[in-house]
């Protein structure tokens, strides 16, 4: 049986595979055999870490979620000023670096199999708890310090997730209306109406 520290290594080269196989071909077209080539390894030894298809793009879309939170977490310890971690945060978010996309990529595909899927139902639903909490607590900073309007900050953070997510889509399409420019325009200016003394 391998070591611990060789699983672990292995099991993180197989799940990034998997999220460059999907971002790439999409969950219906990916293949087991795709994966283990991608990984540099054998079926037998994806087999190993996950039953099933379905147990490897759970826990690929587990990974890739947590991979998004480890990229984010310095930004939000980097900025004092609530207003430009909320811009830093949501910044971030914008598909315009390679790593950036493929997450996006991989997120559509787990919304498509999460319309007929109840486990992983559940998990855009925790997804999405962590993703507003974090949103929420900086609009909250940023209200507690006087900078953004009073307003629910639970409502402003599902209010900036859905736009982020819809522009997003509207930019991964290829829109000749909502380029990164204009998908980076539009944010900035939600974000800017949401501060004290900003016309409404």
């Known amino acids: 049986m391998p070591r611990p520290s060789v699983e672990a290594e292995r099991r993180e080269q197989i799940l990034s595979a998997a999220c460059e196989v999907v971002s790439e071909l999409g969950f219906k077209s990916l293949r087991i055999a795709d994966v283990a080539r991608r990984a540099g390894t054998s079926s037998g030894t994806v087999h190993?870490?996950?039953d099933t298809k379905t147990a490897l793009m759970r826990a690929a879309f587990e990974w890739n979620f947590a991979r998004s939170l480890d990229r984010r977490?310095?930004?939000?310890?980097?900025?004092?000023?609530p207003r430009q971690r909320l811009r830093?945060?949501?910044?971030?978010?914008l598909p315009g670096d390679p790593e950036t996309v493929r997450a996006w990529h991989v997120w559509a595909e787990l919304w498509v199999e999460a319309l007929h899927d109840r486990d992983l139902q559940?998990?855009?639903?925790?997804?999405?708890?962590?993703?507003?909490?974090?949103?929420?607590?900086?609009?909250?900073?940023?209200?507690?310090?006087?900078?953004?309007?009073?307003?629910?900050?639970?409502?402003?953070?599902?209010a900036l997730i859905g736009m982020i997510d819809g522009l997003a889509l509207q930019v991964l399409?290829?829109?000749?209306?909502?380029?990164?420019?204009?998908?980076?325009?539009?944010c900035e200016q939600v974000l800017s109406s949401l501060t004290v003394g900003s016309s409404a």
Do not use: C, K
Not at 139 to 155: K, T, Y
Not at 176 to 185: G, I, N, P, Q
């Open 73 to 81: 977490r310095d930004l939000l310890q980097e900025h004092a000023d």
């Open 122 to 158: 559940e998990l855009n639903e925790q997804v999405y708890g962590e993703w507003r909490r974090l949103m929420a607590s900086i609009v909250r900073d940023g209200q507690d310090a006087g900078l953004f309007r009073d307003e629910d900050p639970v409502v402003v953070a599902n």
């Open 88 to 93: 830093a945060f949501v910044d971030s978010y």
């Open 173 to 186: 399409l290829g829109s000749r209306s909502m380029t990164l420019e204009r998908m980076r325009a539009v």
């Open 48 to 50: 190993y870490y996950f």
